[in-house]
C-alpha cells in the first residue's frame, strides 16, 4: 500500500499535503518506533523524497530526516531496517542520485594501438610531417571497424584468412589454381579491357618520380624497403595549371612558388593596462577635487578611453578616497561628479549599482580605519538615489548578503533626513520583504528579527505595528496586572472591557482592520500570559496562573476573530513564532493550542488550514507542526465521532 501511495503521488495524483500527512504519522513515534512502520516511511520517501525536498517543504523534511537519524540509533530496531534508514540519510546528501558503478575498461585494441603510436609520432615530427600523420590517423579512425579485422592504414585488412582445399592445401583464391588444376585453357579467362580500364592501364603504366628517404627510385625500379606499418604515406600536392608541365630530371629542385607580398595590418592602439588606469583615476580624482571642474573631470575620464567595464571601479576608488576626507563638503563635490557623468551618459544602466557592490566588499576593513565609514557611505548613495543614479529597490539589492546590515540601517538613518518618514516609510514598504529574507542575517529573517533590527535603530515609524505593539504591551500591563482579582465565570474582566475600549479609542478603524494587527495583538498578549511559563519546565502553579489569563483574555481575543478563519490562522502563526524565538520549549505549543481550541478562540478548521499551509513567512512550522500534529489527528477524529453522534441522535 506505502509503494502504491508512493507511485501516485510520484505521478502527482495525490497532493503534497496528503503525503506530508502521511510522511508525518509514521515518524510521529520517535522513542518506540515500530519496525514496519519505519520500513513503509524509508520507501515512501525513496520514492517522493526528491519529489518533496524543495525550498517551501525544507523546514519539513529537515525535521523529517532529525527524526530519522534519532530512528537510526535505536537498538531496539532491527540491523535491517536502521540500514535502510542511513541509505534514506546519505541518497538525500547526494540529492537524491542513486550511485552508479563504474564501467571497467577492456584491453586496447590494435587499432588503438596504432592510434596511439601515431600520436606520439606526430608530437615529435616537425611541421609538415606532422599533418601528414594527423590525416593518417583520420584514416585510421575512418576505417577502424569495432568487432571487425584490424585494418592497416590505408585501409586493407592486416591478414586475410586462407580457405584451404582438401587436394593439396593450396590456397585457393578466385582465378587461380584449385587444387593442382586450372578452372579453363592454360590462362585464366579476363574480361574484356573496356576504353576507360586501357586509359588507366596506361595511366599507371607510366613512369614516376618517386623521392625515397635513401635515395630516388628511378623509372623500372622496384623499391625492395618493406612497408612500414607506422610509416605515414607520402601525400604528393597537385597543382592545376593551364599549361603542360616541364617534365624534370629526378634530382632537379622543385621549382619555388612565387611569393605574394604579404598585406601590412593596420597597428592597433595598445590598451592602458590596469595599473595605468588606477594611477591615471588617482591623479584625476585628486585634480578634481584641488580644482572642483565637474566639466572638465569629465572630459578627462572620456580621454582615459578606460574601457567600460572599468566605470564601476572608478566610482568605488572615488568613494574609498572620499570615506578619508573629513569634511562633508567633499562628499557633496563627488555627488555632484557622480550626477554630471549620469548626465553626460558616462554611466551605463548598473553601472553605479555594481560601484555600490565594490565599494561593500571593502566596507568592513575601510571601518576599522574610519570608524564613522558607514555614516559617510550612507550619505553618498541616499544622494545617489535622490539623483536617480539608481532606485531605491536596486540599492537594498546590494545588500543582499545580509553581511552589511549595519551600513544598511545608516543608509534609512540618511533617508530620513533626506526624503522624510512618510516618503521613506513608502520606499521601505515596497521593498519590506527583500529586507527581511534577504538584507537581514540569516538568524534574524522574519517579522520579529525585522521589527528587533528597527527597534534597535530607532526606526520603528517604518513599520507602524510596531508602534501599535509597544503601545499594546504598555495598556496591558496597565489594565492586566500580573496579580488582579478575580471575576465570575462567564463575565468579562473589567480590566479587559477597559484595555477594548482603549484600544477602539487610541487605534484607527484601517488599523484594527489590517490582518497584521490580529498577529502584533496576538504575539503581545501570548507574551503577557506565558511571561512565567516560557521556561523548560513551569510549576503547577504557573500553569493554572496562565490558563486564567487565557481565560480572562479570550473576549479581546475573540471580538477580532470571531468568525475569520484567516484571523484564526494568524493567531496560531503567533504562537509558532513566539516559540521558534523562545526555543520551543517542551509542551508550550501544545499546551496553548489547546487552551485556544478550549477557549473557542481558534476553531477546527483554522488549525487544519494552518497545518495545510506552506510557507517561509513565519519561522518554525516545521517544529511547531510536530508537537501538536497528534493532537491535530485528535481533533480531526473528534469532531467526525461528534458528526456521527449527533446523525444518530437524530
Not at 530526516?65 to 534508514?85: G, K, N, T
Amino acid at each position: 500500500n506505502i509503494k502504491f501511495i508512493g507511485e501516485l503521488g510520484k505521478l502527482e495524483l495525490l497532493s503534497e499535503k496528503i503525503l506530508h500527512a502521511c510522511i508525518q504519522q509514521l515518524v510521529s513515534k520517535v522513542r518506540d518506533p515500530a519496525a514496519e512502520d519505519v520500513e513503509c516511511l524509508c520507501k515512501l520517501l525513496k520514492t517522493v523524497g526528491r519529489q518533496l525536498d524543495h525550498e517551501k517543504a525544507r523546514v519539513f523534511m529537515d525535521k523529517y530526516f532529525e527524526r530519522m537519524s534519532d530512528m537510526a540509533s535505536l537498538d531496539s530496531l532491527p540491523s535491517r531496517v536502521r540500514f535502510m534508514i542511513q541509505d534514506v540519510i546519505d541518497l538525500r546528501e547526494s540529492s537524491w542520485m542513486v550511485r552508479e558503478l563504474q564501467q571497467e575498461q577492456g584491453p586496447k585494441t590494435i587499432n588503438e594501438i596504432r592510434f596511439d603510436a601515431l600520436r606520439e609520432q606526430a608530437s615529435k615530427a616537425s611541421r609538415g610531417k606532422r599533418q601528414v600523420i594527423e590525416q593518417s590517423m583520420r584514416m585510421l579512425a575512418a576505417n577502424q571497424e569495432p568487432g571487425g579485422p584490424p585494418t592497416s592504414l590505408l585501409g586493407t585488412p592486416a591478414y586475410q584468412p586462407q580457405v584451404m582445399t582438401r587436394d593439396r592445401g593450396v590456397p585457393a583464391l578466385p582465378g587461380e589454381f584449385q587444387g593442382m588444376r586450372r578452372r579453363t585453357g592454360v590462362l585464366p579467362d579476363f574480361p574484356p579491357v573496356r576504353p576507360q580500364q586501357q586509359q588507366q592501364t596506361q595511366r599507371r603504366a607510366a613512369p614516376r618520380h618517386r623521392m625515397g628517404k635513401l635515395g630516388n627510385i628511378g623509372d623500372g625500379e622496384v623499391s625492395l624497403r618493406p612497408t612500414s606499418i607506422l610509416a605515414p604515406p607520402q601525400v604528393t600536392r597537385v597543382e592545376k595549371r593551364e599549361h603542360v608541365p616541364v617534365r624534370l630530371p629526378p634530382n632537379a629542385p622543385p621549382p619555388a612558388l612565387p611569393m605574394q607580398p604579404a598585406k601590412e595590418k593596420p597597428k592597433k592602439k595598445k590598451k592602458a593596462s590596469k595599473a595605468e588606469l588606477e594611477a591615471a583615476s588617482e591623479a584625476l580624482l585628486a585634480e578634481y577635487f584641488a580644482v572642483v571642474d565637474v566639466d572638465e573631470a569629465c572630459k578627462c575620464i572620456r580621454e582615459m578611453r578606460a574601457p567600460k567595464s572599468y566605470v564601476p571601479n572608478l566610482i568605488a576608488k572615488a568613494a574609498n578616497m572620499v570615506v578619508e576626507m573629513p569634511k562633508d563638503e567633499d562628499r557633496t563635490r563627488l555627488s555632484s561628479l557622480y550626477k554630471a557623468m549620469n548626465d553626460q551618459e558616462l554611466l551605463r544602466s548598473g553601472d553605479f549599482e555594481k560601484g555600490v557592490q565594490l565599494i561593500l566588499e571593502t566596507e568592513q576593513d575601510v571601518v576599522i580605519d574610519v570608524p564613522k565609514a558607514r555614516i559617510y557611505l550612507g550619505q553618498l548613495f541616499t544622494n545617489a538615489v535622490r539623483d536617480g543614479l539608481l532606485t531605491f529597490k536596486e540599492l537594498t539589492s546590494c545588500f543582499f548578503n545580509g553581511q552589511h546590515i549595519e551600513a544598511y540601517m545608516e543608509v534609512l538613518q540618511s533617508m530620513k533626513h533626506v526624503v522624510g518618514e512618510e516618503k521613506l516609510q513608502e520606499l521601505f514598504n515596497a521593498s519590506k520583504g527583500d529586507f527581511i529574507n534577504k538584507c537581514l542575517p540569516s538568524k534574524l529573517r522574519s517579522k520579529s528579527g525585522c521589527a528587533e533590527m528597527l527597534t534597535k535603530h530607532n526606526l520603528q515609524f517604518l513599520d507602524p505595528m510596531l508602534l501599535v505593539a509597544e503601545q499594546l504591551a504598555e495598556q496591558l500591563q496597565k489594565f492586566v496586572p500580573a496579580e488582579r482579582e478575580k471575576v465570575a465565570e462567564g463575565q468579562t474582566h473589567p480590566a479587559v472591557r477597559a484595555l477594548s475600549k482603549q484600544l477602539v479609542e487610541q487605534l484607527s478603524e484601517s488599523v484594527r482592520k489590517d490582518p497584521s494587527f490580529v498577529f502584533v495583538l496576538a504575539t503581545v498578549i501570548f507574551r503577557h500570559v506565558t511571561n512565567n511559563t516560557s521556561k523548560p519546565s513551569p510549576s503547577k502553579e504557573e500553569k493554572e496562573a496562565e490558563r486564567t489569563f487565557m481565560v480572562d483574555l479570550a473576549p479581546l481575543f475573540i471580538k477580532y476573530v470571531h468568525d475569520n478563519t484567516k484571523a484564526q490562522t494568524l493567531v496560531i502563526y503567533a504562537l509558532q513564532t513566539l516559540a521558534h524565538d523562545l526555543g520551543f520549549p517542551k509542551g508550550f505549543m501544545l499546551r496553548l493550542s489547546m487552551l485556544l481550541y478550549d477557549l473557542d478562540i481558534v476553531e477546527e478548521d483554522a488549525f487544519m488550514t494552518w497545518r495545510d499551509e506552506l510557507t517561509d513567512d513565519y519561522p518554525g512550522k516545521g517544529e511547531a507542526l510536530i508537537d501538536v500534529n497528534e493532537y491535530l489527528n485528535w481533533m480531526r477524529t473528534a469532531e467526525v465521532e461528534e458528526e456521527t453522534d449527533e446523525e444518530e441522535e437524530a
